[in-house]
C-alpha cells in the first residue's frame, strides 16, 4: 500500500523520513561534538528550531513546538547507579514551546548542565510537535547530532 503511494505522489517519497522541523544542538562554545569537563564544571546547552520550507502554512499554525533537553550517561558505571544520586543535574528550564508561526517568537532555548560524576554522557534535545486542533497528537522528532560530553576528575 504504501509503495503504491510513493509510486502515485513522487514527492510524497522524498518527504517521507524528512522532519517537518530542524533541530540543532551546541554545547557551550565547542563547536566539536565531543567535549572535556571537570567535575562540577557547567556548561550551558542550546538549541534552535526551524520549519522545513515544504511544510504547509496552515499546518504551521495549527500545530506548537516544544523543545526539551535530555542527557544520558553512556555505558552507566557502578557511580551513578549504586550510589542512588543523579550524576548531572540541569540548571533552568528543560522544555519550552515555541510558536512557529510568528516570526517575531524566539526559536531557542538553552539550559545549564553540570556533572557531579566521572563519565561518558549524551547530551541532546527533540522537538515535539503537536496539533492544536486534536490534544494528544504528537510527533517528536530529535536532532540529527548529539553532542558527547567527557567528565574527568580534576587533577590538581
Same mark, same amino acid.
Given at each position: ?6 509510486? *502515485? ?30 567535575? #562540577?564544571?557547567?556548561?550551558?546547552? $542550546? ?19 516544544t523543545l *526539551? ?7 552507566p558505571g $557502578? $557511580? ?6 543523579? +550524576?548531572? %543535574? ?19 532555548? !538553552? ?7 566521572? #563519565?561518558?554522557?549524551? %547530551?541532546?534535545?527533540?522537538? !515535539? ?5 486534536? +490534544? #494528544?497528537v504528537e ?12 567528565? *574527568? *576528575?580534576?587533577?590538581?
Amino acid at each position: 500500500c504504501l509503495r503504491e503511494i510513493i509510486d *502515485e505522489h513522487q514527492s510524497f517519497a522524498s518527504r517521507i523520513c524528512k522532519p517537518p522541523v530542524s533541530l540543532q544542538v551546541s554545547v557551550g562554545e565547542y563547536p566539536k561534538s565531543e567535549v572535556s569537563l571537570k567535575i #562540577g564544571e557547567p556548561v550551558q546547552v $542550546n538549541t534552535n528550531v526551524s520549519i522545513q520550507e515544504w511544510v504547509p502554512a496552515d499546518v504551521v499554525a495549527k500545530s506548537k513546538v516544544t523543545l *526539551e533537553f535530555c542527557c544520558a550517561e553512556k555505558q552507566p558505571g $557502578n $557511580n551513578s547507579t549504586s550510589s542512588g544520586r543523579m +550524576p548531572y %543535574v540541569w540548571c533552568g528550564q528543560l522544555r519550552r514551546t515555541v510558536d512557529l508561526s510568528n516570526d517575531d517568537d524566539d526559536k531557542t532555548h !538553552k539550559a545549564r548542565i553540570a556533572f557531579f560524576q566521572c #563519565g561518558v554522557y549524551v %547530551v541532546s534535545a527533540c522537538a !515535539k510537535v503537536s496539533s492544536l486542533d486534536t +490534544p #494528544g497528537v504528537e510527533e517528536f522528532w530529535w536532532a540529527p547530532h548529539a553532542k558527547i560530553i567527557h567528565v *574527568e *576528575e580534576d587533577r590538581q
